[in-house]
Each structure stands twice: as structure tokens, then as C-alpha cells.
């Protein structure tokens, strides 16, 4: 879910993961990840690559800057020490992105619509009408990418500090892609009453991982499983 120490989680609990949102217990196969070669063009890009040499040194800037999160923060990080990590000049950086806020913007997007391939993959091997099945997929793909995606812990899908007042925040973003994946997995509408079910239930869950994981260090077993049941329990109203 959004981004600096909150998640998220619902059915069988499985401990593991670290702060961040929306994780939900489970198979741990299936999620890793080494360095995105690709990353999609965001609206926060000063220029989009345009061709697949710049293209490439945008992902090297991106990996890097995960790398960094892990091992500074994100108070700590500069934008002169990515362009040192990815071996490019410090120009290359500011040519795609204006600060640091923006490069980290970048990669909790790109995240996110890694998250989403992810996401419909295994969508793809699931009944259409065990709507618990998907949530479960769901949040095991978030716990998956949680333990190993360099800087998804700190940035999973938005800057650790949003910005005030952002109406795309970071929990909000994520529940928006999540309403129309599962809308088209169970061949319902994303409507208001669902959309706001989705967002509702992300809300809930990050609150809830965020103790889990202020509780133990790897996200306490007991509460990730208190928070899949309670998903589950409301989502049952809209999704039964």
C-alpha cells in the first residue's frame, strides 16, 4: 500500500516481509525478482527514453536508486550516489527526473505496475468465481515482491512521505489498479460500491501490517492473519 513502513495481509498467514503495504501471508515461490530491465514511462519523467540505450540507463537508474533505499533510507539518499551506483553522470539523472522525490515517484510506479503483471499472472490460473482465491493471490504477490525487490520494503507504491494533500496518493493508487484486476478476474464492474470496497479494504490492512510489523521485525504471524480474516470478512459484503 502506499509507501514507509505500512502493509497489508489476508488468508493463511505466513510470517516474513518487511514494513510496507499491503502484504497478506503466503507461497513464498513466487516472488522473485531481480532488476527490472524495462521500466514503463511515468508521468513524473522530465523526458521519456526514446531509444533502448537511454531506456536501459532509466532502468540502471531506477535499480539503483532501490538498492540505496535499502541501505541508506530515503532521508539519506542522494541523487549524486544513484548516479554513481548506476556508473552514469550525475546530468543522466536529472535528465529524466527533477529531484530525488521524483526518482523515487519513478520507482514506486514502476513497482506498481510490476506488481499488477504479477498479479494478473496469477489471476490467469484461478476460478473466476472464488473471489477469496484472488485476494489471496493478491496479497501473496505483495508479500512475495515484500521480501525480495530491492527497496520495495521503504517504497512499495508511493514516496515514504506523500506529499500533502496528494490526491493520488499511494493507497489509492494501488486500490484503483486492484478494483479494475479483480473487476475483470470475477467479470463484475469496478463500480463505486466495489472501488470503494477495494480502497476500504487497503486502508484497513495497511494499518493493521504496520503493527504487525512494528510488532516483529518480519511481520507478526497472528496479526497478518487477524488482518486477512478481517479483508475477508468485509469484503464479503460486496463481493459474495
Not at 70 to 79: A, I, K, M, N, S
Not at 105 to 126: E, F, V
Not at 197 to 223: C, H, K, M, Y
Request: charged letters at 25%.
Amino acid at each position: 500500500m502506499a509507501c514507509a513502513a505500512s502493509g497489508a495481509a489476508i488468508a493463511a498467514p505466513s510470517a516474513g516481509a518487511s514494513a510496507g503495504h499491503l502484504p497478506f501471508a503466503g507461497r513464498r515461490g513466487h516472488g522473485i525478482m531481480g532488476p527490472v530491465p524495462q521500466p514503463p514511462v511515468t508521468p513524473n519523467l522530465r523526458r521519456a527514453p526514446v531509444q533502448q540505450r537511454s531506456a536501459d540507463r532509466l532502468a540502471r537508474i531506477l535499480d539503483s536508486c532501490a538498492g540505496l533505499l535499502d541501505e541508506t533510507g530515503y532521508e539519506q539518499l542522494t541523487t549524486r550516489a544513484v548516479a554513481e551506483r548506476a556508473e552514469v553522470p550525475i546530468g543522466s539523472v536529472y535528465r529524466f527526473f527533477s529531484n530525488k522525490r521524483a526518482l523515487v515517484d519513478a520507482l514506486a510506479l514502476r513497482n506498481l505496475d510490476t506488481y499488477a503483471d504479477r498479479i494478473t499472472a496469477r489471476l490467469a490460473d484461478l476460478p473466476a468465481d472464488d473471489w477469496r482465491a484472488a485476494i489471496d493471490a493478491v496479497l501473496d504477490e505483495y508479500l512475495a515482491m515484500k521480501r525480495s525487490v530491492p527497496g520495495f520494503a521503504l517504497v512499495d507504491f508511493g514516496p515514504p512521505f506523500p506529499a500533502e494533500g496528494a490526491a493520488d496518493d499511494a493507497n489509492r493508487r494501488l486500490a484503483d489498479r486492484l478494483a479494475v484486476l479483480l473487476a475483470g478476474h470475477l467479470g463484475r464492474r469496478a463500480d463505486e460500491r466495489m472501488s470503494r470496497a477495494i480502497l476500504v479494504s487497503v486502508e484497513a490492512a495497511d494499518a493493521l501490517l504496520q503493527l504487525a510489523f512494528r510488532t516483529e521485525p518480519t511481520g507478526d504471524a497472528a496479526i497478518v492473519a487477524e488482518t486477512r480474516t478481517l479483508v475477508r470478512s468485509y469484503l464479503a459484503h460486496t463481493l459474495d
